[in-house]
């Protein structure tokens, strides 16, 4: 059980192992338009099945703690992901909120039944290099920022991974919150986007059939799939090895890249492929070594 959950909650990380190839291949829709529509689209499965069993829409009657923590879990994140980018250097804000596997490593210590061991740190500061590596080969921007707009991007890169760690771990915290429930904070992220959409941004449609395909694999997969296996897996799976695999997503990621020829391989690619392998396999070791000494 415990198993299969682990497996269901890492095929998000695969699915976002595709986000920046959809991404790129969207075209040039402002970040918050894209948020809006994507999210609407990773909420139609929940809606079907709302209407096709409606007797599951008294699942959304969830404390107020658990909306809060979802809303701001998803919304929260790519609000403040956008607004780091927008401010700091790509490279340097990416690495930095991509310390949000590394936190929930640590951060599962705090968990009823967890107990983190050196090789969980080991494994996920292993698999933190690989990913500060295959950020750092995908950075070839040129953006100049002032000194003021660097901290607020830093900050903001900071905070976003907290955020997604944080609701990962209370997450947990809500087991018995069903799934279902996580269609309410797609709709509800949506609506926020489309509102920060409308205040900042400049409304761009895609220009090809294309561009409009991408867009939906977006909303299916990486915006919209992925937070209803990523939910499943944190709270009845492994969320130590969970935190650890995580690091896959960027390597995978551009990986994609690679076979669709948005991107070149290089050795940096395969470095960060053995060191994010390798850390979670060292991780994977304490859970075996923990299972057998139980045994």
């Known amino acids: 059980m415990k198993l299969r959950a682990t497996l269901i909650g890492f095929s998000a990380c695969l699915m976002w192992a595709l986000l920046a190839l959809f991404t790129a291949a969207s075209g040039t829709m402002p970040p918050f338009q894209l948020n809006a529509i ?9 809606i079907v099945l709302f209407i096709l069993r409606p007797e599951r829409i008294r699942n959304l009657r969830q404390p107020i703690g658990a909306w809060a923590t979802g809303i701001i879990g998803l919304f929260g994140y790519h609000f403040l992901y956008f607004t780091a980018l927008r401010n700091a250097p790509a490279a340097e804000a990416s690495m930095i909120a991509y310390l949000w596997p590394l936190f929930i490593v640590l951060g599962s210590a705090m968990l009823p039944g967890e107990r983190l061991r050196l090789v969980h740190i080991v494994g996920a500061l292993v698999g933190f290099a690989g990913a500060v590596l ?3 080969a995908r950075a070839g921007g040129t953006e100049e920022f002032s ?16 955020t997604w760690s944080g609701y990962s771990l209370l997450s947990r915290r809500y087991g018995q919150v069903p799934t279902d429930v996580v269609t309410a904070f797609c709709i509800a992220t949506s609506i926020l986007s489309a509102l920060c959409h409308l205040a900042l941004e ?3 449609w895609p220009e090809s059939s294309n ?3 991408a867009i939906a694999g977006l909303g299916i997969f990486p915006v919209g ?3 209803y296996a990523w939910d499943h897996g944190v709270k009845n799976g492994d969320i130590q090895l969970l935190g650890v695999a995580s690091y896959a997503a960027p390597v995978l990621s551009t990986l994609a890249l690679i076979a669709a020829g948005f991107a070149e391989a290089s050795w940096q690619v395969l470095t960060a492929c053995v060191l994010v392998s390798g850390g979670a396999l060292i991780a994977v070791s304490g859970t075996i070594f923990r299972k057998k000494k139980a045994a």
């Open 38 to 46: 994507c999210f609407a689209i990773g909420a139609l499965p929940g």
């Open 134 to 136: 295959i950020v750092s």
């Open 147 to 162: 000194a003021a707009q660097s901290y607020l991007g830093y900050a903001a890169a900071l905070a976003c991974a907290f």
């Open 202 to 204: 400049t409304t761009v």
């Open 211 to 213: 561009q409009w395909l």
């Open 225 to 227: 799939l992925a937070f």
